[in-house]
């Protein structure tokens, strides 16, 4: 390969990091057609980054995902989407990937995995002695208040989470517990 094209792909790739991570508020207008373009190329790759725990303006949520399980007798149990802080160090450092995952599928713009993954969750329940019927993705949260002086406020638990909304139910056929 000759090694002009591999040092313009370098830094063809080097230019849409680094226009990726521009913050959201200072993009101009040239720039945000250039996203555009690169979009598909950071997203399919696995490049994309998302800064938005950082300031200017960081998420100010306390968010949660959780599914409500319903089996064919009427019984109901609830998963809860693993949580960071509350599992130990080292199990957080294995499982880091379901916070992510928990923050993204609750997003309307990631509606493309919400059935695989409530089939995903039926199937963790489901057994011959009880078939599951329906999987229902609940999305909670609540807002966290902005610190007052020096004291930041108490961290809440996830039962204090105030506002929920189910955003996708999907009916189990037997398809889908393959």
């Known amino acids: 390969m000759p090694r002009w094209l591999v040092n313009g792909f370098i830094a063809f790739h080097i230019l849409c990091i680094a226009a990726w991570n521009v913050p ?3 993009r101009p207008s040239a720039l945000r057609s250039v996203l555009d373009e ?3 190329y950071m997203i399919r790759s696995g490049l994309w980054q998302g800064w938005d725990m950082f300031a200017p303006d960081p998420l100010a949520l306390d968010l949660d995902v959780i599914a409500e399980v319903t089996f064919i007798d ?3 149990v609830t998963w809860v989407f693993p949580r960071m802080q509350e599992m130990p160090y080292l199990e957080r450092y294995l499982k880091e990937r379901w916070r992510k995952w928990r923050e993204r599928v609750r997003l309307d713009a990631f509606s493309l995995i919400w059935p695989d993954t409530a089939r995903w969750i039926a199937r963790r329940f489901d057994s011959p002695e009880h078939p ?7 999305r909670r949260w609540s807002e966290i208040p902005a610190p007052v002086g020096p004291q930041l406020p108490p961290r809440a638990s996830s039962a204090a989470l105030t506002n929920q909304y189910r955003f996708f139910v ?5 398809g889908d517990l393959r």
């Open 24 to 26: 959201g508020p200072v």
């Open 74 to 76: 009427g019984r109901q």
């Open 132 to 138: 599951v019927r329906s999987v229902a993705l609940v």
């Open 170 to 174: 999907l009916t189990v056929s037997p």
């Open 38 to 40: 690169i979009s598909p």
